[in-house]
């Protein structure tokens, strides 16, 4: 009996084991060598070989790429997908992408297998989020659903997409959001705003950049000279020259210190001194000490940065993973 129930939880172990390598995350990072791009994974490998004009990230488990003038998706193995045949190539979100015709330069929407999902073509628009896509067929905005029909009608100045159930849009001298009905959600006084991210939007009032809630309650008064969406619970914004971070409650946790900075990612936001880059974690001290040339975002524990004319890859203590030795370089993001 004994030996029958080690048996089978021997077999347990192995299928669990099983299972989770069959559902590992794969993350792949764009990197160029010698004027071309390919992919590589976490140990520096080329999963594929840099061969391309230009790349961007993976989504949804596809990566626009360009040959020659025209740009297709290929998958993880490095295969066409979606051959080359369009002028540009956007990102999939919810499973369609937006491309821009050879012929036309009109932008469309295409599926996975590349089939174009509706007849609707546009003069400019965005990805969907939400169920909703800011597009422009003429001179004005609206937001169409997946069957390329306006569900709010185009009647504004400009529209962004969705997040956070709302839609920033732009009608005359009012700036606000829109609900996924078409109905205002927050008409501001605002000069100006910003997407709607993690319950804030940045806002400019008369006398500078400040953020506002849901409701339109100030949190961060609006006299900064510049400011960035929220990510990880910060918003960056500028004072004469400098940058700094504020949370969520609009207490300022970052003094303004940098010439310079990027969003948080993986607890973390690259800054500049003025000299170099290095990485804060989100109470202000300084995790790694500026010594980069450039620096981008952490993704997969890993982050680019450039040395010198080359870029690698530090993990989150600055320890070089992948030798510097890539002309240009990209975050990691899922591949599968």
Known sequence: MKTFVKASLLVLILAGLLNSATYAQQYLAGASLNGKWGFIDSKGTWVIKPAYEDV??????????????????????????????????????????????????????????????????????????????????SSNWGYIDKSGKYVIPDKYDHAETFSDGMGRVALGKVYGFVSPSGEWALKTEMENIRDMKEGLAPAKGKDGWGYIDK???????????????????????????????????????VRFTYENCRDFSGGMAAVYDGKMWGYIDK??????????????????????????????????????????QFDDALPFSRAD
């Open 56 to 137: 961007r990230d993976f989504s949804e488990g596809l990566a626009s790429a360009k040959e020659g003038d025209l740009c297709g998706f290929i998958a993880p193995s490095g295969e066409w997908v979606i051959k080359p045949g369009y002028k540009r190539a956007e990102d999939f979100s919810e499973g369609l992408a937006r491309v821009r015709d050879e012929k036309t330069s009109k932008w469309l929407y295409i599926d996975k297998t590349g089939k174009q999902a509706f007849s609707q073509e546009f003069e400019y628009c965005m990805n969907f989020s939400e169920g909703r896509a800011a597009a422009r067929a």
């Open 215 to 253: 409701t339109g309650k100030v949190i961060v008064p609006t006299y900064n000279e510049h400011a960035k969406n929220f990510s990880e619970g910060m918003g960056a914004v500028r004072m004469k020259g400098k940058w700094g971070y504020y949370d969520v409650n609009g207490k300022m946790v």
């Open 283 to 324: 109470t202000g001290n300084m995790v790694i000490h500026p010594q980069f040339d450039k620096a981008l975002d952490f993704a997969d524990g890993l982050a680019p940065v450039k040395i010198g004319k080359a870029w690698g890859y530090i993990d989150k203590t600055g320890t070089k993973i992948i030798p510097v």
